[in-house]
C-alpha cells in the first residue's frame, strides 16, 4: 500500500490521532453545512496555522488558542466535546493535507463577515483572510 505524500508546504506537519478528532471536530461545528471545498478550506486555515510563525506550532495548540478568554481563535472550541464529525470533516482533513491545495499557505483566518481587509475570497458563508501585516 502506497501512503500518501502530503502536500510540501505540510511535511512538517504531524497530527496525532486526538489532534486529527479535535480538527474533525472543528471542521464539523465551523463548517458541516457548507461544502466540501469549504470545509477543506476550513481545515487548510488551521494547518496554515500550524506552519505559520505566527501561530502556535501543532494542530492542538492551534485549535486551543485563546480558550478560556473573551476572544478564543475558534469560537466553538468549548462545543468539542458535543461535536459529531462525520466522515465528510476527515475527508476535508485528508484533502487539505494531500491537495491539491485551495487556500495559500498565508491564509490563516475565516470568518462570516472577514477578519479583516485583506481577503481571500469567500466560499459559500465564510470569507477567508490573508494574515495581517503589522508595521
Known amino acids: 500500500v502506497v501512503k500518501p505524500v502530503p502536500v510540501p508546504r505540510y511535511a512538517s506537519v504531524s497530527m496525532s490521532e486526538d489532534e486529527r478528532r479535535e480538527l474533525a471536530a472543528i471542521v464539523f461545528l465551523e463548517s458541516?453545512?457548507?461544502?466540501?471545498?469549504?470545509?477543506?478550506?476550513?481545515?487548510?486555515?488551521?494547518?496554515?496555522?500550524?506552519?505559520?510563525?505566527?501561530?502556535?506550532?501543532?494542530?492542538?495548540?492551534v485549535l486551543h488558542e485563546g480558550e478560556g478568554t473573551t476572544v478564543p481563535q475558534f469560537s466553538t472550541i468549548d462545543k468539542l466535546d458535543s461535536a459529531e464529525p462525520a466522515p465528510a470533516q476527515y475527508a476535508a482533513i485528508e484533502a487539505a493535507l494531500y491537495g491539491p491545495s485551495i487556500l495559500p499557505e498565508d491564509v490563516v483566518f475565516f470568518s462570516r463577515s472577514g477578519e479583516n481587509d485583506r481577503v481571500w475570497g469567500k466560499i459559500q458563508d465564510h470569507v477567508f483572510c490573508y494574515a495581517y501585516i503589522w508595521e
Open 32 to 61: 458541516a453545512n457548507q461544502c466540501a471545498g469549504g470545509q477543506q478550506a476550513v481545515a487548510e486555515v488551521v494547518l496554515n496555522r500550524v506552519i505559520s510563525p505566527d501561530f502556535p506550532d501543532t494542530v492542538h495548540d
